[in-house]
């Protein structure tokens, strides 16, 4: 019997070096993990990276488009990176990537002085919040706050999420026409957050 088993086991062997299979018997390589966004390669480069909910569309925004953007392509320290549209997956709004370098958004700060900076910034804004927490590894500063709209007479919630890396502070930003699209909205966010972490 044994010596049946060793020549099954030599036949088996021999078939798996031929076909190229390795029969889960160890030695298995891993699949390399996915990119995600902020990766190179990928539709935004960033100091971060994370993965977009689905059918969300994303767009590097360009130095050339902040110019023409004037005072909105600006908060704080801040210029917007990378613009992730919810329209193709059925809402109205953006999830939007800000980095910086200088100021508050200077390597060596904390995420905290980050998103008073940004927050500071923003115009109508009450309700501010603050949170820290752990987000990939990097220590961050989560708020949310509500902005009054003077041109529809309403008042609208806003989230943001700020942390440090070695090339300056980044800010993931979301809003959205109104209260209802930001809540539907919100999952996303949270997906970014939950899956963020410093690329190389």
Known sequence: MRKVSQIVLGAVAAMSVLSGCSFGWGGDEKKAAEPKLGDKGTACVLP?????????????????????MGPLGH??????????????A????????????KGAAAPGGTSRALMNAFVAAENFKRNVTFRELKAGGLHATEVSYRVTDLS????????????MTKHGGVVIHLGGLNAEEHKAMLPAF??????????S
């Open 152 to 163: 529809a007479g309403e008042v609208r919630p806003e989230r943001a999420l700020g942390v």
């Open 75 to 88: 908060q704080g320290p801040l210029t917007p990176a990378c613009e992730l549209n919810a329209k193709p």
């Open 90 to 101: 059925g809402h109205i709004g953006f999830l939007t990537v800000w980095s910086g370098t």
């Open 48 to 68: 971060v990276h994370f993965t977009p909910a689905t059918s969300w569309k994303a767009t590097a925004i360009t130095q050339a488009t902040v110019d023409r």
């Open 190 to 199: 949270e997906l970014a957050k939950k899956t963020l972490g410093p690329t």
